[in-house]
Nanobody
Framework: QVQLVESGGGLVQAGGSLRLSCAAS????????MAWYRQAPGKQRELVAD???????NYADSLKGRFTISRDNAKNTVYLQMNSLKPEDTAHYYC????????????WGQGTQVTVSS
Protein backbone atom coordinates (compact mmCIF):
# COMPACT_ATOMS: atom_id res chain seq x y z
CA GLN A 1 0.00 0.00 0.00
CA VAL A 2 0.98 3.61 -0.62
CA GLN A 3 0.01 6.61 1.46
CA LEU A 4 -0.06 10.18 0.20
CA VAL A 5 0.08 13.13 2.58
CA GLU A 6 -0.74 16.54 1.13
CA SER A 7 -0.08 19.85 2.82
CA GLY A 8 0.22 23.54 2.10
CA GLY A 9 -3.35 24.54 1.33
CA GLY A 10 -5.12 27.39 3.03
CA LEU A 11 -6.71 30.79 2.64
CA VAL A 12 -4.83 33.45 0.70
CA GLN A 13 -5.69 36.82 -0.81
CA ALA A 14 -5.77 37.29 -4.55
CA GLY A 15 -2.28 37.86 -5.86
CA GLY A 16 -0.72 35.75 -3.14
CA SER A 17 1.18 32.49 -3.31
CA LEU A 18 0.95 29.02 -1.86
CA ARG A 19 3.12 25.92 -2.15
CA LEU A 20 1.50 22.52 -1.99
CA SER A 21 3.38 19.36 -1.11
CA CYS A 22 2.46 15.72 -1.51
CA ALA A 23 4.67 13.05 0.04
CA ALA A 24 4.31 9.39 -0.87
CA SER A 25 5.31 6.56 1.43
CA UNK A 26 4.83 2.82 1.70
CA UNK A 27 5.50 0.01 -0.72
CA UNK A 28 7.27 1.96 -3.46
CA UNK A 29 9.86 0.65 -5.87
CA UNK A 30 9.69 3.63 -8.19
CA UNK A 31 7.32 6.51 -8.89
CA UNK A 32 6.57 7.29 -12.50
CA UNK A 33 4.31 10.26 -13.17
CA MET A 34 3.20 12.63 -10.41
CA ALA A 35 0.42 15.14 -10.90
CA TRP A 36 -1.82 17.73 -9.34
CA TYR A 37 -5.52 17.98 -10.09
CA ARG A 38 -8.15 20.31 -8.74
CA GLN A 39 -11.89 20.28 -8.35
CA ALA A 40 -14.01 23.33 -7.69
CA PRO A 41 -17.58 23.05 -6.35
CA GLY A 42 -19.95 21.99 -9.09
CA LYS A 43 -17.14 21.35 -11.57
CA GLN A 44 -15.29 18.31 -12.83
CA ARG A 45 -11.85 17.43 -11.59
CA GLU A 46 -9.24 18.86 -13.93
CA LEU A 47 -5.55 18.39 -14.46
CA VAL A 48 -3.41 21.22 -13.16
CA ALA A 49 0.05 19.87 -14.01
CA ASP A 50 2.02 16.67 -14.19
CA UNK A 51 5.67 15.71 -14.13
CA UNK A 52 7.43 12.58 -15.31
CA UNK A 53 10.17 10.76 -13.45
CA UNK A 54 12.64 12.46 -15.77
CA UNK A 55 11.32 15.91 -14.95
CA UNK A 56 9.28 16.69 -18.06
CA UNK A 57 6.30 18.82 -17.19
CA ASN A 58 2.88 19.52 -18.62
CA TYR A 59 0.45 22.25 -17.56
CA ALA A 60 -3.13 23.22 -18.14
CA ASP A 61 -2.94 26.01 -20.69
CA SER A 62 -4.75 28.48 -18.46
CA LEU A 63 -2.21 28.03 -15.66
CA LYS A 64 1.06 28.28 -17.54
CA GLY A 65 3.30 30.94 -16.12
CA ARG A 66 1.62 31.06 -12.70
CA PHE A 67 1.97 27.48 -11.44
CA THR A 68 5.12 25.38 -11.29
CA ILE A 69 5.27 21.66 -10.58
CA SER A 70 8.44 20.02 -9.31
CA ARG A 71 9.47 16.84 -7.57
CA ASP A 72 12.11 15.47 -5.23
CA ASN A 73 12.64 11.85 -6.15
CA ALA A 74 14.73 11.15 -3.06
CA LYS A 75 11.79 12.21 -0.90
CA ASN A 76 9.02 10.79 -3.14
CA THR A 77 7.47 14.24 -2.99
CA VAL A 78 5.80 16.44 -5.56
CA TYR A 79 5.30 20.18 -5.15
CA LEU A 80 3.06 22.78 -6.71
CA GLN A 81 4.14 26.39 -6.44
CA MET A 82 1.17 28.65 -7.11
CA ASN A 83 1.76 32.35 -7.70
CA SER A 84 -0.51 35.26 -8.58
CA LEU A 85 -3.47 33.33 -7.27
CA LYS A 86 -6.95 34.30 -8.39
CA PRO A 87 -10.35 33.63 -6.83
CA GLU A 88 -11.07 31.19 -9.65
CA ASP A 89 -8.16 29.06 -8.41
CA THR A 90 -10.27 28.20 -5.37
CA ALA A 91 -10.66 24.43 -5.33
CA HIS A 92 -9.74 21.21 -3.62
CA TYR A 93 -6.33 20.19 -4.90
CA TYR A 94 -5.41 16.52 -5.19
CA CYS A 95 -2.13 14.82 -5.96
CA UNK A 96 -1.92 11.65 -7.97
CA UNK A 97 1.09 9.37 -8.28
CA UNK A 98 1.75 6.37 -10.47
CA UNK A 99 3.72 3.84 -8.44
CA UNK A 100 5.70 0.83 -9.57
CA UNK A 101 5.67 -1.90 -6.91
CA UNK A 102 5.16 -5.31 -8.40
CA UNK A 103 2.58 -3.87 -10.75
CA UNK A 104 1.77 -0.29 -11.69
CA UNK A 105 -0.94 1.49 -9.75
CA UNK A 106 -2.27 5.00 -9.38
CA UNK A 107 -2.92 6.53 -6.00
CA TRP A 108 -4.79 9.68 -5.05
CA GLY A 109 -4.33 11.86 -2.03
CA GLN A 110 -7.24 13.11 0.04
CA GLY A 111 -6.70 16.63 -1.17
CA THR A 112 -6.04 20.00 0.34
CA GLN A 113 -8.30 23.03 0.13
CA VAL A 114 -7.09 26.23 -1.48
CA THR A 115 -9.28 29.29 -1.06
CA VAL A 116 -8.41 32.58 -2.72
CA SER A 117 -10.27 35.64 -1.51
CA SER A 118 -10.83 38.70 -3.67
Amino acid sequence: QVQLVESGGGLVQAGGSLRLSCAASGNIYRINDMAWYRQAPGKQRELVADITSGGSTNYADSLKGRFTISRDNAKNTVYLQMNSLKPEDTAHYYCKVVVVAGGIESYWGQGTQVTVSS
